[in-house]
């Protein structure tokens, strides 16, 4: 049954991270929390099929992983004490079993707290939320960070057993220990809401509910830290790009470059909210790189049409952007900002240099924005050789389709 299927895997994406984080709050096992939620959807396949889908999928989700997790506790006598902390967990009047199970609002805010304890390595604290909170497999997460699936692994491993032995407490902390978390919590946010916005692997480019849950998130982190320039910069900044989400899919699926976007699409609210967020975070008068990213997408949303977008301050804030993140991406997107406001060869020349360091191996976006600059520069060969090798490591169908595309025009 395939809309079955279709069913179930949009119960995944939506509910999937609400499952772990509350179990992960019941069992305080995280290993037993993502395998129960597991088995909880493989359940679903079968019952769902048989009696519907549930009024309240993510309800039924949660009560049976939770079962399946008491289940498995009771087996083991090693987790009678754990049962027992489950029980007194459980409200009254919700007992195992029930048909449903109250919505626990900072349960997700809670394990992305833990994942960014101090304790563990920035890597590792990114990496973990977006396995237990997004449900990306190692080897999704692998991609994201350019790093071998094998390595990854290793890291999730370690950050369990680090928050094992370490007793780190699933809780948000204290307001006064919120400060040495901030950078990871918002790092972690910035992450999940680009896997939602740009897919890393998949048949969907977008994926709506991580988008809606990282913004949930950050307007919350906001609220707890309304000192925080950052925090503020970020909401911005994803206020900003999510204002654009409607318009970069097509209705056949077919992935839509800014420049071709249809503007009418565009949330005004949400670019006017994404501004004003921005401006009350500059006048704090702390600058920081998320404020930066923010003032950029500021660029592109308020331009009323592609041919009015200030390409020149954009690539002075790209400028500004690396100093604070000195990151090869981030030189790519200087390169594409260069390109429009200097020529395709003034940007061809910076993408050059970018590939022959050897940083950005494996990385789509490099072939493809080389194959983009060659195009417009008419040096057709080169453009279909760089549009293979992009179309060769795209993860998601939306951009193989349009990189096969490009690469039909320039052979024809």
Known sequence: MPYLNAEVEAAFRDEWGQVVATLIGLTGDWDLAEECAAEAFAVAVERWA????????????????????????????????KLRDAAALVPPGDVPGSADVPEIADDRLRLIFTCCHPLLPFEARVALTLRTLAGLTTAEIARAFLVPEATMAQRL????????EAGIPYEVPAGHLLPERTSAVLGVLYLLFNEGYAASAGK???????CEEALRLART?????????EARGLLALLLLHDARRASRVSAAGELV??????????????VAEGVAVLETALRMGTPGPYQVQAAIAACHATAPTAGETDWRQIAALYGELARY????????????????????????????????????????????????????????????????????????DSERRYLAGRLAEVCA
Request: no cysteine; proline share 7%; aromatic share 4%.
């Open 50 to 81: 048989r009696d519907g889908v549930p009024r309240r999928p993510g309800a039924w989700l949660t009560t049976t992983a939770r079962n399946r997790a008491i289940d498995r506790l009771r087996r083991d006598a090693v987790g009678a004490t």
């Open 157 to 164: 491993v370690r950050a369990k057993r680090r928050i094992r």
């Open 204 to 210: 969907d480019l977008v994926r709506t509910a991580l």
């Open 221 to 229: 982190v906001v609220a707890l830290l309304p000192s925080s320039a």
């Open 257 to 270: 470059p800014l420049a071709e976007q249809d503007r009418s699409l565009w949330s005004t609210p949400l």
């Open 325 to 396: 993140v000195p990151s090869p991406v981030v030189e790519l997107n200087r390169a594409v900002a260069v390109a429009m406001s200097s020529g395709p060869a003034a940007g061809l020349e910076l993408v050059d240099r970018l590939t022959s360091t050897g940083e950005l191996a494996g990385y789509h976006l490099l072939p493809a924005t080389r194959a983009d600059l060659l195009r417009r520069l008419a040096r057709y060969p080169e453009a279909a050789d760089a549009y293979r090798a992009a179309i060769g490591l795209a993860a998601t």
